[in-house]
Each structure stands twice: as C-alpha cells, then as structure tokens.
C-alpha cells in the first residue's frame, strides 16, 4: 500500500512540475514597427504635355461661334512647398489650338500659381501674363496680343516623380476694334478677343530638397 501511495504521490508531483514548466512567461517579441508614412514633396522643377479644348465667348464677327477646339501643348515649371503644406510656384506654357473658329493659332501664357497640398492632392490657383499668337490681324495692327490669365486646377502625385492634372484656364486678350471697308459692306464695331480652356496634363517633377516626392 505505502508502495502505491509512494508512487502516486511521485507521478503527481511530476505532473505538477511539468505543467509549471509549460506556465513558465514565453519570450516576448517585439511587434515590427509599421512603415514611415510617405513623405509628398511637391518642391523642385517640372516639364510636361498637356492636352484639352478650348472656346470663345462666340461674339467675333470673323469665327463667330464658340465651337469647341482640339488644344494641345507643354508647360515647364517650378514649385516649392513650405508652411508646411502651402505650395508657391511659376510656370510657362504654350498650346497650339486646331481649327478656324477662331482668331488665335496659339496660346501662351507665364503665370504665378499659389495651391495648397493634401498630401499626394494639390489644389492651385493661378495667374498672370498672356500672350496670344493671332493667325492674321485682318488690317487691326494686331497680330499678337497681350493680355492676362487665371485658372485653377488639381494636381496628383500617383508615381514616383510623376503627376496628373486637371485644369481650366481663361485667357483675355481685351476687345478688338474694327472697320470693313469696300468690296465688303462698310461696317465698324469691336468684339472680345478671349478663350476659356480646360486641359488635363502630366508632369515628370526633378524634386530636389528633403524627402522623396513620395
């Protein structure tokens, strides 16, 4: 009896032993920390294409109507980004525009532009000088014109260094003067020389600075 009580009193202290040995604490591991959050840097140089339509206000006398018009052109420019997330910068760009609807064969234009980023969204406003490339001046002394431009857009940063946008821009280049003379009936008057324009466009950015683009 003192044999089968000896040995039970053993199995259950072995029992016992084993079972504290699987309570023992298992090594904690560290969680692996999560990635850096990208980092969106809109500051450095830029070149790109655009392409879009554009319409007159449909009140010249020569192409009155406001058909629409296949534009197509380039824009270089520059960005810097600071406050933290405000962007200034200043851009040139040129579209050529299809088409006899209208008095223009080209639109050029230098402006300022002012936007603020949402991380990888830029949502600008921009202005400034505008220079249109008229096809003749029909005896006005006006070949081209000088004149000014707004617009706003939103600009996206979806790849490395690369970045799409959207964009309406107006161009006004004042009111010309006209008379018609023989063998046309005599006539004189004045209409508005502009152009509203939307384009959508891409950019490869040369960011420099702190950070990636992102």
Do not use: C
């Not at 821009?169 to 020389?193: E, K």
């Amino acid at each position: 009896m003192k044999k089968i009580l000896l040995a039970t009193a053993a199995l259950i202290v072995i029992t016992t032993t084993a079972s504290a040995a699987d309570l023992r604490p298992r090594t904690y591991t560290k969680a692996p920390p999560p990635p850096p959050a990208p980092i969106y840097n809109w500051t450095g140089f830029y070149i790109g294409g655009h392409i879009g339509g554009a319409f007159n206000t449909g009140n010249n006398p020569f192409f009155g109507n406001s058909d629409g018009q296949f534009i197509g052109g380039g824009q270089i420019g520059a960005d810097y980004q600071f406050a933290p997330n405000w962007v200034a910068g200043i851009e040139a760009n040129y579209s050529f525009l299809t088409g006899n609807s209208t008095l223009n064969r080209g639109l050029g234009s230098v402006t300022g532009r002012l936007g603020y980023a949402f991380g990888p969204a830029l949502v600008y406003a921009k202005g400034g000088y505008a220079w249109s490339d008229t096809r003749n001046n029909f005896g006005f002394g006006q070949a081209n014109r000088d004149g000014y431009t707004v617009g706003a857009g939103i600009e996206y940063l979806f790849a490395q260094n690369w970045s799409a946008k959207v964009e309406y821009q107006y161009y006004d280049y004042g009111r010309v003067n006209f008379i018609t003379l023989p063998p046309l009936p005599v006539a004189a008057g004045s209409f508005r020389n502009d152009e509203h324009t939307v384009k959508v466009g891409l950019n490869y950015r040369f960011n420099f600075g702190p950070g990636s683009t992102f």
